[in-house]
């Protein structure tokens, strides 16, 4: 399978999501996504590269990586949070209304930061509207999915402890970028993956 990245060009990820310039600087010159994502990585805020890596993969892809991130990294999953991921792997083999109005109804009232709980509201944000009146519309903005998987991924990183967060930031880019290029999605865990 080819690659699953709808950029050819890095800057372009900025120019569909301007928003994202006011977390993470647009690159100089002309470079890949994945090389922009290694890039970042390597620079002064490391964590800044899974903010960019969210926008690069259309919305089902991008929520499947959070999925197994989320899965591999998370030690404190309550049973509502791996319910809420279920409803979210659902959602990314279905791709329907349905599937994603049951992610809404799971997650919309739960209280709390967990990774899990973001992945859900990755899945609540990726269409449908934000107002809960049928008659008034308020369509999604759509850098919000990408918002979403980031704010899951650096609550269970940041959960991780002191000595295996990088590590963990690693694995899951690591394993979100063999899968954006068309691989199939490798396991998170702390003991396996590196950045190649």
């Known amino acids: 399978m080819g690659s699953r990245i709808r950029f050819t060009m890095a800057k372009q990820v900025f120019e ?27 620079g002064e805020d490391p964590f800044l590269a899974i903010t ?13 990586w959070g999925i197994k991130c989320v ?18 792997e659902n959602w990314v083999r279905e791709g329907d209304e349905e599937a994603r109005l049951a992610v809404v109804a799971m997650t919309e009232d739960a209280r709390g930061d967990s990774g ?15 107002s809960p009146n049928p008659d008034f519309r308020v ?9 979403a998987l ?11 402890g002191p000595g295996e967060r990088e590590e963990g930031l690693k694995s899951c880019l690591s394993s979100g970028l063999s899968f954006a290029e068309g691989g199939v999605m490798p396991v998170i865990n702390l003991k396996k993956q590196a950045i190649a």
């Open 150 to 160: 980031n704010a899951a991924l650096q609550i269970v990183i940041g959960n991780l």
């Open 116 to 130: 899990s709980l973001w992945i859900g509201r990755a899945v609540n944000w990726s269409g449908g509207s934000l």
């Open 71 to 88: 899965e591999g990294l998370d030690r404190e999953k309550s049973d509502h949070d791996r319910e809420v991921l279920k409803l979210c």
């Open 139 to 147: 369509d999604v903005p759509p850098g919000l999915t990408a918002t």
């Open 16 to 42: 569909t999501f301007p928003e994202l310039h006011e977390k993470v600087s647009s690159p100089e010159g002309d470079v890949s996504p994945q090389d922009y994502t290694l890039e970042i990585l390597e």
């Open 52 to 64: 960019y890596f969210a926008h690069i993969l259309p919305k089902p892809e991008a929520v499947w």
